[in-house]
């Protein structure tokens, strides 16, 4: 049973576009969420989070937009560059303590820019 | 700071050979994981520890067994090696269980 969904595998978008990465969410007890993003051979890296009593969060070119409702969540990234090309990740954590705090991640979107 | 640091890289092992892999943190966070990367399949959580001498199993334990005996290190045993392990495997860390996790760079495991 997938919590964290990821539909989309690989998305291409040029550069100086928007990029737009999603995941759907099914666990009601999830109130955390953040992006990773990975490069091949690296470790993943924590990107931007938000928070469940928050609709946006911005950093810089980076902006996570949350639709509780909907159990739904993007990442824009405004304008895409060649180097934001790698794995995205979603993730979801809980906030009722012990193994609820655990991330669980979606199955990750590869993003590439085209120069 | 080193940050998350895995041992080795790289490793290829037989069938039913037993290995350890080494994760270790020098930012004195008591939150450590072990997660395996599979092709379409994301990242899966193998065990956990909140802090020296507890452990907990994650979504996909079987296998694996870990300790936890200092803050710093957090080694992920394989005692019976099958191809089904083979992955690419990564540490986690983070002051507490609710902070922002830090990566190590993998360890990619391949069993014949």
């Known amino acids: 049973d997938q919590q964290v969904k990821q539909n989309s595998p690989s998305l291409s978008v040029q550069e100086g576009r928007i990029s737009i990465l999603n995941c759907d969410y099914t666990?009601?007890?999830?109130?955390?969420f953040l992006w990773y993003k990975k490069y091949p051979a690296e470790g993943p890296t924590f990107l931007i989070s938000?928070?469940?009593?928050?609709d946006k969060n911005e950093d810089g070119r980076f902006t996570v937009f949350l639709n509780k409702s909907a159990k739904h969540l993007s990442l824009h990234i405004v304008p895409s560059q060649p180097g934001d090309s790698a794995v995205y990740f979603c993730?979801?954590?809980?906030?009722?303590?012990?193994?609820?705090?655990?991330?669980?991640f979606g199955k990750g979107t590869l993003l590439t820019v085209n120069p | 700071n080193a940050g998350v640091t895995q041992t080795p890289k790289f490793q290829v092992l037989k069938t039913g050979q037993s290995m350890t892999l080494q994760c270790a943190q020098d930012?004195?966070?008591?939150?450590m994981s072990w997660y395996r990367q599979d092709p379409g399949m994301g990242l899966r959580l193998i065990h956990y520890?909140?802090?020296?001498?507890?452990?907990d199993q994650g979504e996909v334990p079987n296998g694996y067994n870990v300790s936890r005996s200092t803050t710093e290190d957090f080694p992920l045993r394989l005692l019976s090696a099958a191809p089904s392990q083979t992955s690419v495997y990564f540490c986690?860390?983070?002051?507490?269980?609710?902070?922002?996790?830090?990566f190590g760079p993998g360890t990619r495991l391949t069993v014949l």
């Open positions: 986690a860390s983070s002051l507490f269980i609710t902070d922002t996790q830090y």
């Open positions: 666990n009601s007890m999830f109130d955390y």
């Open positions: 938000i928070s469940s009593i928050k």
């Open positions: 993730a979801a954590r809980g906030n009722s303590g012990g193994s609820n705090y655990k991330l669980t």
């Open positions: 930012m004195n966070h008591e939150y």
């Open positions: 520890s909140v802090g020296a001498g507890i452990t």
